[in-house]
């Protein structure tokens, strides 16, 4: 016998309902992400760092689906550091990796090495992921520092800046 026909009409209609309800909550999720002002502010912190170092670089800041939130290009940037930054970042974000750590796991691993070849991923370091909490909502992308470790080390130090507002 179906449970509809074990309870009382009025109870089969309340579990018919809340089962209803469980599967429809389901079906919609909410999910953080980038504001216009928060991607500005990354993006900025993230050239001055550069250029206190004397790097000339643009940051790209990305949403957490890695589409272009904000593009900052110190005086200078080459015009290569452009698509550089954003395809980190979109990597960083796709992945939710740093691009310097999967770099270093595709030149360690064999199976990881043909991570270069899917569209758009760019395994050079630079890209960071914005994180609230363990969410990834985001990603840094920076090109133009004379190596990706050093890309990297001023989106973290952006990243720094603005932890605050990543609560």
Known sequence: MT??????????????????????????????????ELANQIAAHT???????????????????G???????ADNAGPHTLEASRLKAY????????TLAMMEGAQKNPAAANLVHIPGYLLLGGGVPV???????????????????LD???AL?????VQDLLK
Do not use: F, W
Request: aromatic residues 2%.
């Open 3 to 36: 449970l509809a026909r074990r309870l009382p009409p009025a109870a089969a209609l309340a579990a018919l309902l809340l089962t209803a309800a469980s599967a429809h909550a389901d079906a919609v999720r909410t999910e953080r992400n980038m504001s216009l």
């Open 67 to 73: 589409t272009v939130r904000a593009v900052q290009r």
């Open 47 to 65: 050239v001055a760092a550069c250029t206190a170092g004397g790097y000339a670089v643009t940051a790209t800041v990305v949403d957490r689906a």
């Open 91 to 98: 990597t960083s974000a796709s992945a939710k990796n740093a």
């Open 131 to 149: 994180r609230v909490g363990t969410e990834v909502i985001g990603a840094v992308g920076v090109g133009g520092a004379p190596g990706g470790h």
């Open 152 to 154: 990297e080390q001023c």
């Open 157 to 161: 130090a952006a990243l720094a800046k």
